[in-house]
């Protein structure tokens, strides 16, 4: 797998571990659940498919990331133009490309690990937690997750790959493209970038 398809997807997020009572979690923990499973995922890439991997991630991704609150972020003051359907709809689209990239990228396993470093509170009572992933004979990939409490739990809203911020990224070409086509076309691109990984 190459590292740039490793950043892609790390940019673009328990099935496997032991249940806890709801808000238990912490910050950390959250974040070492995601890589258990991806990791598992990249194992058994060959064996699961794509639909499989799919299927596997989805409630890890789901449960990892705060995805209503990224899609409302990226997409910025075009947000409030949309009407409830839109919103609705452009949230379900946003969620399945996030579970679709990580599906479709993290398909092999080579010896790559993953190593939580540090955590500590940014502004606005939000989380760092620092960590790296390791890859055999490459450079490795420091990633900065950044997380937000919502309700009584700790969700990932950012996600900062060798400095380069995914919400900025996203939020830059959403905004670019609903400025030039509209909300329907971005959502036409996003279900053309999810069948891409399907195929």
């Not at 797998?1 to 950043?7: E, G, S, Y």
């Not at 997807?9 to 099935?15: D, E, N, S, Y």
């Not at 032991?18 to 058994?44: F, I, Y």
């Not at 399945?96 to 690990?113: H, K, N, P, Q």
């Amino acid at each position: 797998m190459k590292l740039r398809l490793l950043l892609v997807a790390i940019l673009a997020m328990p099935v496997l571990v032991p249940s806890r009572p709801a808000g238990a979690d912490t910050p950390t923990q959250v974040v070492e659940n995601l890589h258990a499973t991806l990791l598992t995922v990249m194992k058994e890439a060959k064996e699961l498919g794509y639909a499989g991997r799919y299927d596997r991630l989805s409630p890890v991704v789901t449960a990892a990331f705060d995805l209503p609150f990224i899609a409302r972020i990226v997409v910025g003051r075009y947000w409030r133009s949309f009407n409830d359907e839109e919103k609705a709809n452009f949230v379900e689209t946003f969620s399945r490309l996030s579970i679709a990239t990580y599906a479709g990228r993290f398909d092999g396993y080579s010896g790559e690990r993953f190593k939580v470093v540090s955590s500590k509170e940014s502004r606005h009572g939000r989380i760092i937690v620092r960590s790296i992933l390791i890859k055999p004979e490459s450079d490795e990939i420091k990633m900065d997750y950044i997380l937000h409490k919502s309700g009584n739990k700790w969700h990932i809203i950012n996600v900062v790959a060798n400095g380069v911020s995914d919400l900025s990224l996203k939020r830059s070409d959403y905004t670019t493209f609903l400025k030039k086509k509209g909300l329907k076309s971005l959502i036409d691109k996003l279900n053309e970038k999810i069948s891409c990984y399907a195929e």
